[in-house]
């Protein structure tokens, strides 16, 4: 049994079932990604899908580490801001000089950088595992951001450098001069690039990139080094990351040192854990989710990252397999017909969650709108508009709401499992 875990082998054979399961999910997602820009037509909405899809795929490749090489890595960014500067000095040189070539294979580009990038720092932080590689990683995205910042003849500063993505030559009469055009191609490459990572995690590699996340030391005993393999999986991600970070320059046509910055592997981190690492499209899920929260928070109150902040406490604590977790914890009722046993925690759980969020919405602004008026600057925010007895109503209404979301929480995870045990019973 050591010699064939040695040698890795391959998976076994799925069943037709599964096969036939693995190309309706796909045949979906495909489906999905052709569809969207039919029913969201406007440059706003395919802007923010773009950046879904760019997100998505730099989420994915962060999984490639957290969840199938047990790896934290605070320096993914680096890769994905070595991808766009990459892909931003290939579209200036197309546009440059001319040539022939679209700017539909810049990401390749992006690809070539990022996996250059994680074989050369990859080479010495993937030594480590554990807290270590994650203090390492951190050291190392604090290093590429300083020098980007004094180097600006070549990262271009705060300014940035733009480009034009519009210059390249015309295959296919496509120019990428309309939003619609740039969100076909990342949603192309999105669906390539998670094709590609989904078939990494079903390779030797893959199961040896989780036997090592799980015990290195069985792995070292049987004859693999947990370094080496840490390390290609390193290489790996990088290289998707790149053409995340080319994908993203192309959109915005501008690549700033930015792109290196803490917050954005912070922001990476909090969508994979949102989603759900322990499951494939867990990241994607949650760059979808944290994309939309972002953007349309943004435009909505000055306190969007804190509720961005509390949405990721909440899930760390109360959902820790993400969005995904929660589905498929519940898929198994779902799927056996015990809906209809489960409907009313569901409303009580819905009802609570909907009462504690409204008096969260109405605290938060109340108290973050009399902080502001307290420096001088008016926000004609809900300060205006409620007085302190509808305050402390919100509050009350929030220990109630979460009162609720409690009983409806075990009553819910009483009947799941009473469910399940009866399916069981009658199979």
């Not at 796909?26 to 923010?48: E, Q, R």
């Amino acid at each position: 049994m050591d010699e064939v875990i040695v040698n890795a082998p391959h998976a076994p054979h799925a069943s037709p079932a599964s096969w036939r399961g693995r190309v309706a999910v796909w045949s979906a997602f495909a489906a999905i990604l052709c569809v969207a820009p039919w029913c969201f037509p406007s440059d706003a909405a395919l802007t923010l899908m773009t950046q879904m899809g760019t997100a998505a795929i730099l989420a994915l490749s962060f999984n490639l580490l957290l969840g199938s090489t047990g790896l934290l890595s605070f320096c993914h960014a680096t890769y994905a801001g070595i991808g766009a500067y990459a892909g931003v000095w290939c579209m200036n040189r197309i546009g440059i000089h001319g040539l022939p070539v679209s700017m539909a294979l810049v990401p390749f580009a992006g690809a070539l950088a990022g996996g250059v990038a994680g074989a050369t720092l990859g080479y010495v932080t993937t030594r480590r595992a554990g807290m270590t590689f994650a203090m390492i990683t951190l050291g190392v995205a604090e290093l590429v951001w300083v020098m980007a910042a004094m180097l600006p003849e070549w990262f271009g500063g705060e300014r940035g450098i733009p480009t034009d993505r519009t210059l390249g030559a015309a295959w296919f009469g496509v120019t990428f001069a309309t939003q619609r055009e740039v969100y076909g191609l990342v949603a192309f490459w999105l669906f390539i690039s998670a094709g590609m990572m989904f078939g990494v995690t079903r390779t030797p590699l893959g199961f040896l990139a989780r036997a090592v996340r799980d015990n290195p030391v069985r792995v070292a005993f049987l004859g693999q080094s947990p370094a080496a393999v840490r390390y290609r999986m390193q290489i790996l991600a990088a290289a998707f990351a790149g053409v995340a970070g080319a994908l993203g320059a192309m959109n915005f046509e501008l690549v700033s040192a930015d792109t290196f910055s803490l917050e954005r592997s912070g922001i990476v981190l909090v969508f994979t854990v949102l989603g759900g690492a322990s499951y494939f499209a867990g990241p994607m899920l949650g760059a979808v989710v944290g994309v939309f929260a972002t953007v349309v928070l943004a435009t909505i109150t000055r306190a969007w990252q804190l509720y961005l902040g509390l949405g990721f406490l909440v899930v760390v604590v109360f959902a820790p397999g993400g969005i995904a977790g929660l589905l498929a914890a519940h898929w198994q009722a779902w799927r056996d017909g015990a809906l209809r046993k489960l409907w009313k925690p569901y409303a009580a759980l819905w009802a609570g969650g909907a009462l504690t969020l409204s008096a969260g919405v109405v605290i938060i602004e109340t108290i973050y709108d009399a902080r502001l008026a307290v420096d001088g600057v008016s926000t004609g925010g809900l300060t205006h508009r409620l007085g302190v007895g509808a305050w402390m109503l919100a509050v009350v209404a929030g220990l109630a709401g979460g009162a609720i979301l409690t009983f409806a929480g075990r009553r819910l995870r009483r009947k799941v499992g009473d469910a399940a045990v009866t399916v069981e019973v009658l199979r």
